[in-house]
């Protein structure tokens, strides 16, 4: 074998590896996401953020669909650079941001469930993920039935300390007058008694 064949080998093999390089990173390599966060806990009327990050190589679509008790309900939908579709009952209530996350503004307990994301690669590969939501409401009435009991006993105790006071005053009334009708028969007795003598 001559020494010009052997090089010409393996220039050609190195050309060939490059290209073959080149091409596979040219190549859609597919979606990939990542759920920072999978379970998130709210109460009413909070905001909260549902945070995702995907990468891809060419553009994607991005979609997210709440699922609940009450059934499957598309939220938005959206491509890179180009359209944002949000439903009409999450028009005022969501924003979305180029990572693929949204936020939810002003959460009501309907809002509790599964959110599913789906990252779909122009070449037709996509991904999923999901984010459980828990809402809870901040129960004002139990606060406010203690802040009522609380009213109501010291207003009963408030009435039952007066009562008291009123009941030892008629006793010490009562006691005047007894100590008064005894002095005075006590009296009668001793003079009916001088009397008699």
């Not at 959206?78 to 359209?83: F, T, V």
Request: with cysteine; hydrophobic share 45%.
């Amino acid at each position: 074998m001559s020494p010009l064949r052997s090089c010409r080998g393996i220039v050609v093999g190195t050309v060939t590896l490059c290209l073959a390089a080149g091409w596979a990173l040219q190549t859609p390599g597919g979606v990939s996401l990542v759920v920072p966060q999978p379970n998130i806990n709210a109460t009413v009327a909070q905001n909260i953020l549902l945070s995702v990050e995907y990468s891809c190589r060419g553009v994607a679509t991005v979609e997210w669909k709440h699922v609940s008790s009450w059934g499957t309900t598309k939220i938005v939908e959206w491509k890179s650079g180009n359209y944002v579709n949000i439903s009409t009952v999450y028009k005022d209530r969501v924003t979305t941001f180029e990572n693929g996350s949204i936020q939810l503004l002003n959460v009501g307990m309907s809002d509790a469930g599964y959110y599913f994301i789906t990252v779909t690669e122009e070449y037709g590969t996509n991904t999923y993920g999901t984010i459980i939501v828990n809402v809870y409401e901040i129960i004002y009435e139990d606060l406010h039935f203690v802040a009522v009991l609380f009213a109501f006993l010291a207003a009963v105790s408030a009435i039952l300390i007066c009562f008291m006071w009123l009941c030892n005053k008629s006793l010490h009334l009562f006691q005047k007058k007894r100590a008064h009708k005894l002095t005075a028969s006590t009296t009668e007795e001793i003079e009916l008694e001088t009397i008699e003598c």
